[in-house]
């Protein structure tokens, strides 16, 4: 019930964007608002280059530029209002009905709080049509409540922060703009437009009265001005004392005098987003990705301001994702922000970009990704010991996409060359500078060597580095076949070795100082430091010779061995004057020895064929002794299986303990060391490529490294041009790249171009099932009304390539509305086990006119393989429902015959799956028992239990099943077995679902999880997370009356605002569990003794926090939920509330307990509103860890780190260590 929340990754979808000169004066930058963070980006001819984030405590809803100099506040001194007066500051306001003004302060370089209040209230009623916030030269109002203006006035140019209430005759505002005044000594007025009791839309002007606090009529002459009810958005025009009204099918501008300049759309559509370029042009789009240019045409000869404006016209200039927000940048280049797929910037141009669309003048510059609104995703695990990829529904209507998602460490390719069939590759170093000189490359019959030539500028571009590198003709090395391995042998040497022999060369002038022709052909090698490793034809001798200061090469020792040999290595640092020989057989054996001694054997088993093998040992930052620094034998084997072994070990010995099998690929993983942060690493190439590195106490990590292709082999090239990068090769390419330092999620995308609603996979036909919504071309609607303009489809996907392998089109109105993937076991009529994988598919049948939807149908679907398709869509088995299929579960208690529920309106559907063989005797169709069967499959309905207002979720677990409602908060129910006739014991037994636990609070559900068997979480539609449980049975007495009552009642056990809207939450991990390779639950190389005994004793061993659920939310942010225990809980709340108190930085003075108090859902819960009336107990966040406010301890001085520590009792190098393994959860 105690739990750990931390974000993945934070939000993408833009919801707004403004434009001014916020961290210096007289630059061109942006804001991008991100829910609850904004994002500061500077303009550059290289594109936009991110400033600064601000996070804050609250969802921002508005957000307006208030120019230098415009304003000052009252209540900053003035000698800091001079100081900083150069830049633009920002007023935001926040769902929370928090207001805050910031700006750039120089000195601290971060934004300082100059104003922050609430225009909360008690008597009010929020809005539907959303904050509206209004900047003038006299006020700020802020419209929040119906009928109600918060206004901040403005004297003399200072904002007074005595705020005050103004009631307003319009009870529905749509929309709200300042028209500024004519003469700057004049006030300036609001235009309003509203909405009648008739449904009629109107406009209406009117001035604030600062004295009398009051409202009084406006100048404007607008109200006989005739309005569409379609008529949505307003937007002032200084220069022409004009308002332009944006409709569904017109567009209107509005002058003083009643002028009204009407243009017709050719296409009714609802307008989204504007800006504005200049006093007679604007940009807008609409909910359909299009964009388009409005033109103010005026008069020459005519002098007036609105009345000089002759026409308007709209231009259409292309199409890019539904914009939520535009922002001019300049030039013609255009910030087009999106809370439904990508942003992007854009150009737009005076010819079309596209032969094949002549009407498209947009040219896309940059793409900014974005996983909203995640809708749902499914969880697969790569057999990576627990680590989880995300593939996830993302987008809205043709920007529809499969986003997968997974955590890494991003490569950034810096040279590329096309060379194909490169077999292996090699550094050279250069002993004078210590960088890398030359990249030793082998081919089939050739080797090939790149030298580089001199470093590189600044200003120079990829390929002009790509110069740089050119193929070297080195004397000493031979060409003409292909080598087995090359490296340094010591200071002065390089070795070459080919299977004939070895080349020794002077590492100086590249002669040939040395050669050592083998007895018989090489087939394999391996190289360190003075040692080389001959492995000969026959694979069973190996030879080991030694490089001598006079440039001899002398036979150290010989090895003959009993089986072929898979894999060899040589190490010559971890046993002093030693050769350490490492040999992987074909039977699945290794075996190590000390200069031809045999000092150790381990058997593999067959399954694990080592094809690669090297010792790594992670240095330990918080200790200066080696001798505790832990050695590992690291071994790929062919099966794509990383196995490792703790090495213990003296000149004479050596013993392999502790081995660990951890999957990293499907493909033989070649091991190869490269140089990170100026630490060890080993990067592993398959498939899968990952990365193998040290924590700053020895503990090893690993990390997928994000590559889209296999990568055959790889090794370090640390160079001047090149610091600290790898050197990997693929099918086609040689590349050049360096590691990011941070792990993090990296996202590839699949476009469907069309809604992705639902998904599920199948892990045993490799697929993926997705329930998908296309909208039919405006050419091809029906004549009438009630023709469908939208088409579903069940769609199956391969799991590697998102390829469609199948459609299964729905009915016309049909919806799918979940898909789940069950597996059906069954026992023939000859005995023989069977496993049937379905796809079980919900959908509703949505006619136009209609509440809500009356049918629907549950559809069993199975991926079978077809002669012409390949796999191809079955249908099996359906039923019909009376209302819509919102949701499915199945109980995993009960395999033959299998049971599912379904979501039904308010009804949850009990339906028995079973096989059909050939000799069944059931009737097929037998309409009486609501059996309706295909084929080999029967889908029988077994029952229902009303009493839900609409079940939105239901999740099964066992024998038990939880549901969402969208009013009556979580119901459990558990499987039962009743007599079919109650209290007759003859009658025949029947399955139900008996009520067993209900949360009697009253909650809009959008999700539910089993955390387990009797805990549970819940997320509502007001962002808040909810843990209740299910009381305990000796917490109550079985004579008390109220027994039974209370053992059916919930229990909320925990509280939390999460700010964001959750659509899914699933069972999984994002990264390795890396504690699975250690056999005392402690990670890789931890050295207990280094812990605090405190923190050791708390989070050691089997109490190791791990991450659990993944939380997918409707801004595209990612979170991960970590179950901890009641010690763990007390100590992390203790570091919370000593940061939120006394360290953390807090934008606009929010404060954190007030951003993670639960929000309740109606919505009238605001900052103020926290005193005797509304305890804060109530609300205030319970059992809940914020893991991004804990996890801040990373980014602090070390002075305030070692404050935290102290106040908590540890020390701040332990302290840091936590914070580290918490933030890897993620």
């Excluded at 940048?329 to 910037?345: C, I, Q």
């Excluded at 010591?490 to 004939?500: A, C, F, I, P, R």
Aim: aromatic share 6%; proline share 3%; glycine share 6%.
């Amino acid at each position: 019930q105690w739990n750990y929340v931390a974000t993945a990754q934070p939000a993408t979808s833009v919801t707004a964007a403004v434009r001014g000169s916020f961290t210096e004066p007289n630059v061109n930058e942006i804001a991008l608002v991100k829910s609850t963070r904004i994002e500061i980006f500077r303009a550059t001819p290289e594109g936009l280059v991110p400033i600064m984030q601000i996070p804050l405590y609250s969802r921002i809803s508005q957000i307006q530029v208030v120019k230098s100099g415009f304003i000052a506040i009252a209540e900053v001194s003035r000698s800091r209002r001079d100081k900083s007066c150069k830049t633009d500051m920002l007023l935001i306001t926040t769902d929370r009905l928090e207001y805050t003004l910031l700006q750039f302060d120089p000195e601290s370089q971060q934004m300082m709080t100059l104003l922050s209040g609430s225009a909360a209230s008690r008597g009010g009623r929020r809005t539907g049509s959303g904050d509206i916030l209004l900047v003038s030269k006299n006020f700020i109002a802020i419209h929040v409540y119906a009928g109600l203006l918060y206004v901040l006035p403005v004297s003399s140019g200072v904002l007074d922060s005595q705020a005050f209430l103004v009631r307003m005759d319009e009870f529905h505002v749509v929309d709200m703009c300042v028209i500024p005044a004519a003469d700057d000594e004049d006030e300036d007025e609001i235009m309003t437009l509203y909405e009648d009791s008739n449904n009629m839309r109107h406009l209406k002007t009117f001035k604030i009265n600062l004295s009398t606090k009051d409202l009084e009529t406006g100048s404007w002459n607008v109200g006989d001005i005739v309005l569409d009810s379609h008529v949505r958005q307003l937007w002032s025009i200084r220069e022409l004392e004009a308002v332009v009204v944006f409709g569904d099918y017109s567009v209107s501008l509005v002058g003083a005098e009643s002028t009204v300049v009407n243009v017709h759309k050719d296409d009714p559509s609802v307008i989204s987003a504007i800006c504005c370029i200049d006093s007679t042009r604007l940009l807008f789009g609409d909910m359909e990705g299009n964009i388009f240019l409005l033109h103010i045409k005026r008069d020459p000869n005519n002098v007036g301001k609105a009345e000089s404006v002759s026409d308007l016209a709209i231009f259409a200039v292309g199409s890019c994702s539904i914009p939520d927000c535009l922002c001019y940048v300049d030039n013609g280049v255009f910030y087009v922000g999106s809370a439904h797929a990508d942003s992007h910037l854009i150009r737009i141009h005076a010819d079309p970009q596209d032969e094949n669309s002549p009407s498209n003048f947009i040219e896309v510059l940059d793409t900014h990704t974005s996983l909203g609104p995640i809708l749902d995703f499914a969880v697969m695990d790569l057999d990576r010991e627990g680590q989880c990829q995300i593939v996830s529904c993302s987008g809205v209507g043709r920007e529809g996409s499969i986003r997968v998602i997974r955590s890494g460490i991003g490569m950034q390719v810096q040279a590329g060359i096309d060379l194909q069939g490169i077999k292996g590759i090699w550094s050279l170093k250069d002993s004078s500078s210590g960088f890398d000189r030359f990249l030793v490359q082998s081919f089939v019959s050739e080797t090939r060597i790149l030298q580089m030539l001199q470093s590189i500028s600044e200003d120079q571009e990829v390929e002009e580095e790509l110069s740089e590198l050119d193929e070297a003709q080195c004397t000493g090395f031979v060409f003409s076949e292909n080598t087995l391995a090359a490296g340094n042998s010591g200071s002065e040497h390089y070795s070459q070795v080919t299977s004939s022999g070895v080349r020794l060369i002077t590492s100086t002038d590249l002669s040939l100082a040395n050669v050592f022709a083998a007895p018989s052909s090489i087939s394999m090698a391996a190289i360190s430091g003075q040692f080389i490793a001959l492995v000969l034809c026959g694979n069973r001798q190996v030879i080991i010779l030694r490089v001598t200061d006079d440039s001899s090469l002398v036979i150290e020792s010989k090895v003959e061995l009993d089986h072929e040999i898979s894999c060899v290595a040589v190490d010559a640092t971890i046993v002093k004057n030693k050769s350490v020989l490492v040999t992987g057989l074909w039977s699945g054996t290794v075996r190590i020895f000390f200069s031809g001694v045999e000092v150790a054997r381990e058997s593999l088993g067959e399954e694990h064929l080592p094809r690669s093998a090297l010792f790594f040992t992670p240095k330990s930052e918080l200790s200066a002794n080696k001798d505790l620094n832990q050695t590992y034998l690291l071994l790929g084997s062919g099966d794509g299986n990383l196995i490792r072994f703790e090495c213990s070990f003296n000149d004479e010995s050596l013993v392999l303990q502790k081995r660990k099998v951890i999957g990293l690929a499907n493909h033989p993983i070649q091991l190869s060391r490269v140089l990170l942060k100026g630490k060890d690493g080993v990067f592993a190439a398959s498939d899968r490529p990952a990365l193998i590195s040290s924590t700053p106490n020895g503990k090893l990590m690993f990390s997928n490294v994000d590559i889209d292709s296999e990568v055959t082999i790889g090794c370090c090239f640390n160079t001047e041009s090149f610091p600290e990068s790898i050197a990997f090769s693929t099918e086609e390419q040689l590349l050049i790249g360096n590691i990011d330092s941070v792990q993090k999620l990296h996202i590839k995308k699949y476009p469907m171009a069309e809604q992705v609603r639902r998904i599920a996979y199948q892990k045993k036909t490799e697929t993926f099932c997705v329930c998908t919504l296309k909208s039919l071309p405006f050419e091809e609607f029906g004549s009438s009304n009630d023709d469908p303009v939208e088409n579903s489809f069940v769609r199956l996907l391969d799991s590697k390539s998102f390829e469609v392998l199948d459609s299964f089109q729905l009915d016309d109105y049909e919806v799918g509305g979940s898909v789940i993937s069950i597996a059906v076991r069954s026992t023939s009529p000859s005995g023989v086990d069977e496993e049937t994988c379905l796809y079980v598919v919900g959908t509703a049948v949505a006619r136009p006119n209609e509440g809500d939807p009356q049918h629907g149908r549950v559809l069993l679907l199975a991926a079978e393989v077809d002669d012409v398709k390949g796999r191809a869509l079955r249908l099996v088995a359906s039923s019909e429902t009376s209302g819509s299929v919102n949701s499915i579960a199945h109980l995993e208690a009960y395999s033959d015959p299998s049971l599912i529920v379904a979501g039904v309106n308010g009804t949850l559907n009990l339906y028995e799956i079973s096989r059909i063989f050939e000799d069944d005797d059931v009737v097929m169709n037998n309409t009486n028992n609501n059996v309706s069967k295909v084929l080999n499959c029967s889908l029988r309905l077994l029952s229902s239990n009303p009493g839900h207002i609409f079940a939105t979720t239901v999740k099964g677990r066992d024998d038990l099943v939880l549901s969402g409602d969208m009013l009556r908060s979580a119901s459990l129910y558990q499987m039962k077995e009743v007599f079919s006739r109650p209290g007759n014991h003859a009658s025949p037994l029947m399955k139900k679902l008996a009520l067993v636990g209900r949360d009697f609070e009253t909650r809009w559900t959008t999700y539910v999880q089993f955390l387990s068997n009797n805990v549970f979480l819940v997320a509502d539609n007001a962002f808040n997370l909810f843990v209740l449980k299910r009381p305990a049975s000796e917490e109550n007495s079985a004579n008390d009356a109220n027994y039974a009552a209370q053992q059916c009642r919930l229990q909320t056990a925990g509280r939390f605002h999460l700010g964001d809207l959750v659509n899914v939450v699933l069972e999984g991990s994002l990264v390795m569990d890396n504690s699975s390779c250690s056999e005392n639950g402690n990670v890789i190389g931890e050295d207990v003794d280094m812990m605090d005994s405190k923190i050791d004793s708390i989070f050691k061993g089997d109490s190791k926090v791990r991450c659990e659920q993944i939380i997918g939310c409707i801004s595209g942010a990612i979170m991960v939920l970590c179950p901890l225990t009641e010690a763990q809980f007390e100590f992390l709340q203790r570091i919370e509330t000593i940061l939120e108190n006394e360290i953390v930085f807090s934008y606009g003075e929010f404060k954190h307990q007030n951003w993670r108090a639960v929000q309740p859902e109606n919505g009238k819960l605001g900052v103020s509103t926290f005193g005797p009336e509304v305890p804060f107990s109530k609300w205030g966040s319970a059992n809940f860890v914020d893991g991004d406010l804990v996890e801040m301890l990373a980014e602090l001085p070390d002075e305030k780190v070692a404050e935290v520590a102290s106040k908590a009792g540890v020390t701040a190098e332990d302290l840091l260590n936590l914070v580290h393994e918490l933030s890897r959860l993620h």
